[in-house]
Nanobody, 126 residues
Framework: QVQLVESGGGLVQPGGSLRLSCAAS????????IGWFRQAPGKECEGIGC????????YGVDSVKGRFTISRDNAKNTVFLQMNSLKPDDTAVYYC???????????????????WGQGTQVTVSS
């Protein structure tokens, strides 16, 4: 079984925080670059950031700079997206994606990822 499963989404008030998890089974995430993406209703899928193999350099978009942080725990075969100071515009389904045996680079938004999770809903509303 090869699978990615996101969890940790939910309803949160503006200014609140959520920590999303991306857990892998059937393969080892430490061999993969991991991207986080989101899609709001009526909008295209938007890249959030990427973390390289070996817990290396991360990339992130300006809209989440200073608020979102990507990390990984290879022992748990899990990658995390810590989201702070959430805004209503952050409302979306959040996905993680894995690209094997490579590192993130400046084109991380556009490369083809090998595996995608089913997504977890994040709703930011008062």
């Amino acid at each position: 079984q090869v699978q990615l499963v996101e969890s940790g989404g939910g309803l949160v008030q503006p200014g609140g925080s959520l920590r999303l998890s991306c857990a892998a089974s059937g393969f080892s995430l430490d061999d993969y670059a991991i991207g986080w993406f989101r899609q709001a209703p009526g909008k295209e899928c938007e890249g959030i950031g990427c973390i390289s193999r070996d817990n290396g350099k991360t990339y992130g978009v300006d809209s989440v700079k200073g608020r979102f942080t990507i990390s990984r725990d290879n022992a748990k075969n899990t990658v995390f997206l810590q989201m702070n100071s959430l805004k209503p515009d952050d409302t979306a389904v959040y996905y993680c994606a894995a690209r094997g045996f490579v590192y993130c680079n400046t084109n991380w938004r556009n490369v083809k990822y090998d595996y995608w999770g089913q997504g977890t809903q994040v709703t930011v509303s008062s």
